[in-house]
């Protein structure tokens, strides 16, 4: 039998909200299919013999059934039939989405929740106070309608290249599918602004900093106006002369890199990005600046600078020094003499026990930085973004934008095929928004477009390993990394090629490392892994290509609601391997790691392990092995117990540097008492 076949005097069925739908039994199908699924079961074949004794009993007792009969008769039927388990499934399942719906209804305040597309509960509750256009009245669009809105902006890029308005809305066809599937998502500013009064898409900037006070406060200006429309932006301080310097205008004397610093973090809190969530900034500075150890010291007091991330750009030559256990010259940024020595491995102390305290500061290894960008002749690059993805050149923005990985393991395989297809319709998208973008300055727009860099990057990751059975820090782990990136890179860079024969390479092409090897692109970078932090969450799956944090832990969403959330691929496993007990899942809660729960099986431990379960050195291996194909950069914390020692701080930055990683961001757990996620009762 074939369920696309079907004879039948049933032609529709009557839904929740008084809609007729049409009838397909194949629904019915994939519907039995699914449950059996979630509990081990494969057979296709028999959800749909299931499925048509179904169509028999409906056809005998309605004319045109509602939703709720359908579904009660499968329930039936796969009692019946002896398949309780798949029927425990099912009513599970049936009972999730009306819970779902009726949380639904009270964000959207309507009865019909079609329009809240795939989104959860606590996806939903961000998106009605942060995302949603809204008069003052109140909210004015459902979910569907911004990813609608969204999707046709973006398209609207097209019609600078002779597209017709056909094609254009095919394209938006496109745009509104991978994103209302949520296998793809732009970054914030996109879903926010995009069709909007406020067209700044791109969500990181990087802007220069000069010795001059006039050019200091026009940057501050600057960033203000992008964080007001909703988008972070990274700062390199190292051209500002150091703390007592001579002022030769006042005879005075110079406040320094870090009290600039702390004049941005005041003047950019009182902002916010967009009025939606805390501004986001990073501050960087050579390890060969006097000032140093002032900037390394600058978060030591939890208290400071919470706006800001900072790193210390670490050259190859300082590291050596560490290595070595020699001095190494600082230089005055104002006149470029050489200023005087420091013992490295005493700046290299400094940074490593401020780490292991507070988190910052990160190291950025700015020569491994400009040896692998494509864009060379354009300048060195001194900084990264706010979150060190995507390392930029002066007044260049970067539009970042996710896939979800996990969304393409179809039961112990992986859709490549489907993969590629999103990763090309994910490049049209973004280079389209560098083109419809309202960029706030002359210069922003004339850098970004020069090199019309986005950042594609992935989410899932941790996810998808589980599903497919494989553990994250092992040997397979980093080869289907390896894979997965290169596979995503070739896919990204290939689209950017057409893209080119159609639209023309980009302005920086000439005199690029593209050029030099006869690549014809439009883009100068394509992969970028930023954090994802409210993507992942839309897209209800792991964040960026991290390890997840915890099995089941209490998370914080808006701020102050904790809920407890449990990994999906793990409640699967425990149904079907019939481990299962909310006693279990109370007692994960409150650990966060499965690896003492010996009521749990080994080969389900050895695969579900949690970011504190991973050793240092393979976060480290798995950064700098997806980094062989990531041309921006990868942000991605390596996470520490807290238990951890500063010489395990010491041996990672040092390994991450020896590993072609181009940084590093490290966490150990508890440095903050008001960190997002939580493992169990204050364990």
């Known amino acids: 039998m074939n369920a696309s076949v079907q004879t039948t005097k049933i032609t529709h069925v009557v839904k929740r909200d008084g809609r007729r739908a049409d009838f397909a039994i194949a629904k019915i199908v994939e519907a039995i299919f699914k449950a059996a699924q979630s509990v081990g079961g494969d057979n296709r074949d028999l959800a749909l013999n299931l499925a048509y004794q179904v169509l028999e009993q409906l056809e005998e007792k309605y004319d045109e059934p509602t939703v709720e009969n359908l579904q009660d008769l499968v329930e039936r039927i796969l009692i019946e039939n002896g398949h309780v388990r798949t029927a425990k499934a099912y009513i599970l399942y049936r009972y999730k989405k009306t819970k779902e719906r009726e949380r639904s209804a009270i964000i959207l305040g309507k009865k019909d929740t079609s329009d809240s597309l795939d989104f959860t509960y606590d996806a939903l509750k961000i998106l009605e106070r942060r995302y949603l256009l809204r008069d003052k009245a109140g909210v004015t669009e459902t979910p569907r309608d911004m990813i609608w809105r969204v999707a046709h902006n973006v398209a609207k890029g097209d019609s600078l290249y002779g597209i017709t308005e056909e094609q254009i809305e095919e394209t938006a066809s496109k745009f509104f599918d991978i994103m209302a599937s949520l296998k793809f998502l732009p970054n914030s500013p996109t879903l926010i602004n995009a069709g909007s009064k406020i067209q700044q898409l791109p969500a990181c900037f990087v802007l220069p900093l000069e010795d001059k006070m006039d050019g200091i406060f026009k940057t501050l200006h600057d960033a203000a106006v992008i964080h007001q429309r909703g988008a972070g932006t990274g700062f390199s301080f190292s051209r500002l002369r150091p703390k ?35 501004g986001a900034n990073m501050a960087v500075l050579r390890v060969d600046h006097p000032d140093i150890i002032r900037f390394i010291e600058c978060k030591r007091n939890k208290n400071r600078l919470k706006n800001f991330n900072v790193s210390v750009a670490v050259t190859d030559r300082f590291m050596r020094a560490v290595e070595e256990d020699r001095e190494y010259f600082i230089k005055n940024p104002r006149t470029n003499k050489f200023f005087g020595k420091l013992r490295a491995r005493d700046v290299f102390a400094v940074i490593t026990q401020n780490a292991w305290k507070t988190g910052d500061p990160g190291l950025i290894f700015i020569d491994e930085i400009n040896r692998k960008h494509p864009a060379k002749h354009l300048g060195e690059i001194e900084t990264t973004n706010q979150c060190a993805e995507a390392p930029l050149l002066p007044n260049e923005s970067c539009c970042l934008g996710s896939i979800d990985v996990n969304k393409f393991v179809m039961r112990n395989h992986f859709n490549w095929t489907g993969l590629k297809e999103t990763v090309r319709t994910s490049v049209h998208f973004l280079d389209n928004a560098i083109d419809v973008t309202t960029y706030s300055t002359k210069e922003t727009e004339e850098a970004t477009k020069l090199t019309r860099k986005f950042g594609l990057g992935i989410m899932g990751f941790a996810d998808m390993l589980m599903n497919l059975g494989i553990k994250y820090d092992s040997e397979q782990g980093l080869e289907i990394g390896e894979k997965l990136m290169k596979f995503i890179k070739d896919a990204a860079y290939e689209m950017s090629e057409e893209l080119a024969k159609k639209r023309g390479v980009c302005p920086a092409w000439k005199g690029s490392e593209h050029e030099r090897v006869g690549r014809k692109i439009r883009n100068m970078t394509c992969i970028a892994l930023s954090p994802t932090g409210t993507r992942s969450i839309f897209a209800d799956t792991s964040p960026g290509c991290e390890p997840v944090f915890a099995i089941s832990f209490h998370k914080t969403v808006l701020e102050s609601n904790q809920v407890v959330s449990l990994n999906k691929a793990f409640e699967r496993i425990a149904h079907e391997r019939e481990f299962y007990s909310p006693e279990l899942i109370n007692k994960v809660t409150k650990l966060g790691s499965i690896q003492t729960i010996k009521e749990i099986p080994k080969d389900v431990r050895d ?43 010491e041996n990672a930055y040092l390994l991450a540097w020896k590993a072609r990683c181009k940084g590093i961001t490290i966490y150990r757990d508890g440095s903050y008492e008001d960190q997002v996620i939580t493992i169990g009762e204050g364990l």
Not at 257 to 268: G, I, R, S
Not at 633 to 640: L, V
């Open 244 to 278: 007592n310097d001579p002022v030769s205008k006042n005879l005075g004397v110079a406040a320094g890199p870090v009290a600039f610093m702390n004049v941005f973090d005041k003047a950019l809190e009182s902002i916010k990005q967009g009025g939606v969530r805390p």
């Open 607 to 649: 695969i579900f392990v949690t970011a504190q379960d991973i050793d240092p050195e393979w976060h480290i291996k798995m950064q700098s092995t997806l980094q062989k194909h990531v041309d921006n950069a990868i942000s991605k914390t390596i996470n520490f117990p807290r238990t951890a020692a500063i010489r395990d701080v």
